[in-house]
């Protein structure tokens, strides 16, 4: 995206080239990050919000425990907002003011009111989370949406099964164990 980056100061530059130098997140998935992935798409299918919050937070919880960065706050919502431009899919918020950060997603697209696909779904996910890293991991001053950038996210979409999980599903009801299951609420 050249003519984006000609609109920036030269020091948005430096960390736009920063963030291009930079192509995988290299990261070891624990056993309960792969079981997460791997019960995602039948969760995803039973289009239960609570247990898809359950799901989402842990893979966030354990990206950042692997990565030993912050950790944040993942909430699922129901429906896309969207306007003459689009759906939006994900929106990222960094910590402030002594909060952690946090991350919302929406389970089902705007248009057809369908549950968003599992790669759709996973991917918008891992896009939230690099935009974490980018600040976290990598102490980038800002976070871009370079070429470098989506190849983290695909970095850690391929690190932690989600080919896998595409391929051969378990069933919804193999989500991941965890105290964080049982606290789930509706918000
Ligand atoms: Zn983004």
Not at 26 to 47: E, K
Not at 138 to 167: C, K, M, V
Request: aromatic content about 6%; charged content about 20%; some cysteine.
């Amino acid at each position: 995206m050249p003519s984006f980056r000609h609109r920036l100061t030269r020091a948005q530059q430096r960390i736009y080239d920063r963030s291009e130098a930079t192509s995988a997140i290299p990261l070891r998935p624990t056993s309960r990050l792969l079981a997460a992935v791997r019960a995602l798409p039948g969760i995803l299918l039973s289009a239960d919000r609570p247990r898809i919050e359950v799901v989402s937070q842990a893979i966030a919880d354990e990206i950042c425990a692997v990565l030993r960065v912050a950790p944040l706050r993942v909430t699922v919502s129901q429906t896309r907002p969207s306007n003459a431009r689009g759906e939006l899919h994900g929106l990222y918020t960094p910590p402030h003011a002594g909060r952690r950060a946090t991350i919302q997603v929406w389970m089902m697209t705007a248009k057809r009111g369908q549950v968003v696909a599992f790669k759709a779904y996973l991917r918008t996910l891992l896009h939230e989370i690099c935009h974490h890293l980018d600040y976290q991991l990598l102490r980038l001053p800002d976070s871009f949406h370079t070429d470098g950038f989506y190849r983290r996210e695909s970095s850690l979409f391929h690190q932690i099964g989600g080919n896998t999980a595409a391929r051969n599903p378990t069933a919804g009801r193999a989500a991941p164990q965890g105290g964080n299951a049982t606290r789930a609420t509706l918000q």
